[in-house]
């Protein structure tokens, strides 16, 4: 199963130049087994169609699609619920059928279904951004992927093996 969650974030230590920036906006994947993770950073807050471009850049990196996705519950995505049914927005809906996706949504108000990703955003600002000069978001971007690589991705954490080499290792079973 892949998580993923996006949020914005207020305060976080990134100079400009001799100016600090109140936050960036951050979109976080996360391969559930491999805990294999992926960040995507935006200037502006997410629509549902920045939203999808940052899916599509995580499939990319991930070099394909898992069987379900996990998101949190976000108006960018859900329209409103009804009896426990939750009603995705018209542009999400018809991605989610264009890309036959498997949906799975975090449960609202409940930090145990969405801990493992938010563990990942913690990661993310305490490791990565944490006193990190911001020139523009592109250079971010290119900072944060040549991270991952080295760090985020490339060393053993809680897992028993490295997760790129257990990413690749699960997609050898499908």
């Known amino acids: 199963m892949l998580f993923l969650f996006w949020l914005f974030l207020e305060g976080i230590p990134l100079s400009v130049r001799g100016a600090i920036i109140t936050g960036i906006n951050i979109f976080t994947m996360m391969l559930s087994r491999s805990r294999m993770k992926y960040v995507y950073f935006s200037s502006i807050p997410f629509t549902t169609d920045t939203t999808i471009n940052a899916d599509e850049a995580a499939f990319q990196y ?61 990661y993310v600002k305490g490791n990565f951004l944490y006193g990190r000069v911001y020139c523009d978001i592109e250079t971010l971007q290119q900072q944060v992927l040549g991270w991952l690589t080295r760090t985020g991705n490339g060393v053993a954490h809680s897992t028993v093996s490295l997760p790129i080499f257990l990413s690749s290792w699960d997609e050898s079973f499908e």
């Open 62 to 122: 991930f070099n394909g699609i898992t069987a379900e996705l996990g998101y949190d519950q976000d108006k960018l995505l859900l329209s409103s619920e009804q009896i426990g049914d939750l009603l995705l927005t018209s542009k999400f809906k018809a991605y989610v059928r264009e890309q036959a996706l498997g949906l799975h949504f975090c449960r609202k108000s409940d930090p145990e279904s969405k801990g493992r990703i938010e563990n990942v955003v913690k």
